[in-house]
Structures are given as structure tokens and as C-alpha cells.
């Protein structure tokens, strides 16, 4: 039986402990996309009193693996950067929204926009995943 997109990503979530420790929530989510969202909390800034870096980079990479895995392929990132062009602070609100620019047999590519409870970008994360010949489900 092929699993749904909601399935397959619930599946995984129900294993992804670091994601629901940083208190991520899914938002929307298909094959090819998904918006992810968590809070800034005090354990997430840094010395200089803004969120981490790690922070939108965990964003993004999460948001990335629930929507290249939703294909129904078990897919892992191979390459991964991100560019942060705004800070975030302690009780900002972030969302992930990534989207599939490109999917082939084996290897696919994503963007991801991390944006501010004011829709300001604060990140911007690009990624390449590998399809494994493993389905889920």
C-alpha cells in the first residue's frame, strides 16, 4: 500500500526527536513541499542575544527532509548551505517554507525560505537530496 505524504512525514516525525525538541510544527506539507514553524525560545540564542544559527538551519533542513521524503522515496540531504540575511531573536516566530525546484531519479533540489512573524527573510537555505531505491511504506 503507497503511503500519503501526511503518512509518510508521520512516520518520520514520530522518530524525529530533535525536530519536536526544538517544538517545530508542521504547517502544510506535499510531495515537494512544506512550511514548518517553530518559536525562538531563550535555549536557541547565542552569546551576542540572537537566535543560533543551527536554529534556521534546522528549520530548513527538517522542512526540506518531510518534503523530499513525501515523494514516497526515502530520501537524505548530500549537500546543504544557508545565507542568514536578517537576525532573529528570542520570541521570534519562524517559518521554513521550502518548495522542489527539481527532481530526478536519484537526486533533487530544494529551496527554503526562512521568514519572520513580519514575513521578513531571515534565511535562506538551498539543498540537494539523494532518492535511495527505498519506499516508504
Same mark, same amino acid.
Request: hydrophobic share 45%; glycine share 10%; net charge negative.
Given at each position: 500500500?503507497?503511503?500519503?505524504?501526511?503518512?509518510?512525514?508521520?512516520?518520520?516525525?514520530? +522518530?524525529?526527536?530533535?525536530?519536536?525538541?526544538?517544538?517545530?510544527?508542521?504547517?502544510?506539507?506535499? !510531495?515537494? &513541499?512544506?512550511?514548518?514553524?517553530?518559536?525562538?525560545?531563550?535555549?536557541?540564542?547565542?552569546?551576542?542575544?540572537?537566535?543560533?544559527?543551527?536554529?534556521?538551519?534546522?528549520?530548513?533542513?527538517?522542512?526540506?527532509? &518531510? !518534503?523530499?521524503?513525501?515523494?514516497?522515496?526515502?530520501?537524505?540531504?548530500?549537500?546543504?548551505?544557508?545565507?542568514?540575511?536578517?537576525?532573529?531573536?528570542?520570541?521570534?516566530?519562524?517559518?521554513?517554507?521550502?518548495?522542489?525546484?527539481?527532481?530526478?531519479?536519484?537526486?533533487?533540489?530544494?529551496?527554503?525560505?526562512?521568514?519572520?512573524?513580519? +514575513?521578513?527573510?531571515?534565511?535562506? &537555505?538551498?539543498?540537494?537530496?539523494?532518492?535511495?531505491? +527505498?519506499?516508504?511504506?
Amino acid at each position: 500500500m503507497k503511503l500519503t505524504p501526511q503518512q509518510i512525514v508521520e512516520r518520520m516525525w514520530g +522518530e524525529d526527536a530533535f525536530s519536536q525538541e526544538l517544538g517545530m510544527e508542521i504547517l502544510d506539507l506535499g !510531495a515537494g &513541499f512544506c512550511s514548518v514553524r517553530l518559536r525562538v525560545q531563550a535555549s536557541m540564542v547565542n552569546g551576542f542575544k540572537i537566535a543560533h544559527g543551527g536554529i534556521t538551519y534546522s528549520l530548513s533542513d527538517s522542512a526540506m527532509a &518531510f !518534503a523530499a521524503n513525501a515523494h514516497g522515496k526515502v530520501a537524505m540531504s548530500i549537500e546543504t548551505a544557508i545565507s542568514h540575511v536578517k537576525k532573529a531573536v528570542l520570541g521570534d516566530v519562524l517559518t521554513a517554507h521550502c518548495k522542489e525546484l527539481s527532481r530526478g531519479k536519484i537526486v533533487g533540489r530544494f529551496e527554503v525560505e526562512v521568514k519572520n512573524q513580519e +514575513e521578513q527573510v531571515v534565511a535562506l &537555505f538551498k539543498g540537494t537530496v539523494f532518492y535511495t531505491e +527505498e519506499s516508504w511504506g
